[in-house]
């Protein structure tokens, strides 16, 4: 084909082609440089032609950006290599040597290393607070952070923060709120729509949800979604094309999947509920959770995570994981196929031992997320594991 003619290979294809490109060629050098010109390469729109270079933008990145944005309500989106690529990039992009965060916990063990030890060794401060509690929020933001971050459902303890709250609180001393909505996915809240400013996904886990890629995604603002993709193309973070391309795929099915986990942890949480052998259950969606009232208000489902623990502690814990049939011993969540672990082992080790139990982690939790199996199934193994417990 002639350089630089109008080319269209999509024909008609149902689904949107994968662009495996690191590069966009033009017709004349002029053209190219007057692209280059005008700084990186920020397409407003899938049908744009003005790629350049893969990290600066893809077409399929692009189609991908614009789907997860409908999805959370927003004008805009950015995804990134992983969950901690695109939180590392709203780090970069709105703090500074001599700044103030506020962090919710518990979060994410790397997610807690982020904030509490890299940051502070370039001189940002962060205080860790209960969000979950909003007199807590409102102490947090008498030191006028530049941010609040939480995660709601936290991760592991499903403690859950009130977002309307939290945001208008912010709002009034002009601190930008940051939700990581991993565990509850977009098809069961919409932090935007509460008022949070970006919303940040793990696209390795619901949405991605086939434990078979890792990936990140932000979506807000034009205007901050725009400062962050000259973070990430400065920084490179970029998710590969192929990776993106997977996930379109994966979005086909989010809303069925997610409502069957959601169908999933609910029978779980309530099972569980039910045993002697069991000392705490915690899922937002039982009526004896102290975050009912406030889930039911602001979620639309209750996410496919169960936090558990046995009476007997640690040695229970590992004993009963390691005889349940039915699930993986893995870490990771939102995938087809049940997962299970002990978060201060595993996902939250990285958070020191002292400090675990008063960021919300028990040493003997238990977490375990749902997959899409029938119910009835689920439930028989872990019936099966209590009674040989
Ligand atoms: C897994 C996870 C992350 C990190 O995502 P990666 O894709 O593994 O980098 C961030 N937040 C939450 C709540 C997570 O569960």
């Given at each position: 084909m002639a350089k630089g003619k109008s080319r269209s290979y999509t024909h008609?294809?149902?689904?949107?082609?994968?662009?495996?490109?690191?590069?966009?060629?033009f017709a004349r050098v002029e053209e190219l440089a007057a692209q280059i010109k005008s700084g990186p390469a920020f397409p407003p729109s899938v049908d744009d032609l003005t790629y350049i270079y893969s990290r600066g933008g893809n077409p399929t990145q692009r189609k991908l950006e614009l789907d997860l944005a409908a999805l959370e309500g927003a004008d805009d989106g950015l995804v990134f290599?992983?969950?901690?690529?695109?939180?590392?990039?709203?780090?970069?992009?709105?703090?500074?040597?001599?700044?103030?965060?506020?962090?919710?916990?518990?979060?994410?063990?790397?997610?807690?290393?982020?904030?509490?030890?890299l940051l502070p060794r370039f001189g940002v401060n962060t205080t860790f607070v209960d969000t979950s509690d909003i007199?807590?929020?409102r102490r947090a933001l008498a030191r006028s952070p530049r941010m609040l971050f939480c995660e709601t459902p936290a991760n592991p303890s499903l403690a859950v923060t009130d977002l309307k709250a939290a945001a208008r609180a912010c709002k009034r001393c002009d601190c930008l709120l940051v939700v990581d909505n991993t565990f509850a996915t977009p098809v069961n809240q919409n932090p935007l729509a509460l008022g949070a400013d970006l919303v940040v996904h793990s696209l390795t886990k619901f949405i991605?949800?086939?434990?078979?890629?890792?990936?990140?995604?932000?979506?807000?603002?034009?205007?901050?979604?725009?400062?962050?993709?000259?973070?990430?193309?400065?920084?490179?973070?970029?998710?590969?094309?192929?990776?993106?391309?997977?996930?379109?795929?994966?979005?086909k099915t989010l809303e069925l999947r997610v409502q069957r986990q959601n169908e999933n942890a609910l029978a779980l949480a309530k099972l569980l509920e039910k045993y002697a052998k069991v000392a705490r259950v915690y899922y937002p969606g039982l009526a004896s959770s102290p975050y009912h009232r406030i889930a039911k208000k602001q979620m639309r489902g209750f996410g496919g995570i169960v936090s558990f623990e046995l009476k007997g502690g640690l040695r229970k814990a590992k004993?009963?994981?390691?005889?349940?049939?039915?699930?993986?011993?893995?870490?990771?969540?939102?995938?087809?196929?049940?997962?299970?672990?002990?978060?201060?082992?595993?996902?939250?080790?990285?958070?020191?031992?002292?400090?675990?139990?008063?960021?919300?982690?028990?040493?003997?939790?238990?977490?375990?997320?749902?997959?899409?199996?029938?119910?009835?199934?689920?439930?028989?193994?872990?019936?099966?594991?209590?009674?040989?417990?």
């Open positions: 008609r294809a149902t689904v949107p082609p994968l662009y495996q490109s690191a590069v966009f060629d290599a992983s969950g901690m690529a695109a939180i590392t990039a709203i780090a970069l992009s709105f703090c500074e040597a001599g700044c103030e965060i506020a962090v919710g916990y518990p979060v994410y063990g790397d997610t807690y290393a982020v904030f509490a030890d007199s807590e929020v991605g949800g086939h434990s078979d890629l890792v990936g990140g995604a932000v979506m807000g603002a034009k205007e901050l979604i725009t400062r962050l993709r000259l973070t990430q193309f400065i920084t490179g973070a970029i998710l590969d094309p192929f990776a993106a391309w997977l996930v379109l795929r994966s979005l004993r009963f994981v390691n005889r349940l049939k039915g699930a993986r011993i893995a870490v990771s969540l939102g995938s087809t196929e049940t997962l299970i672990q002990i978060p201060a082992l595993i996902t939250h080790r990285i958070v020191p031992e002292g400090v675990q139990e008063s960021l919300g982690i028990p040493r003997d939790l238990v977490r375990v997320a749902v997959g899409i199996e029938p119910t009835a199934e689920l439930l028989a193994h872990f019936r099966q594991a209590l009674k040989e417990l």
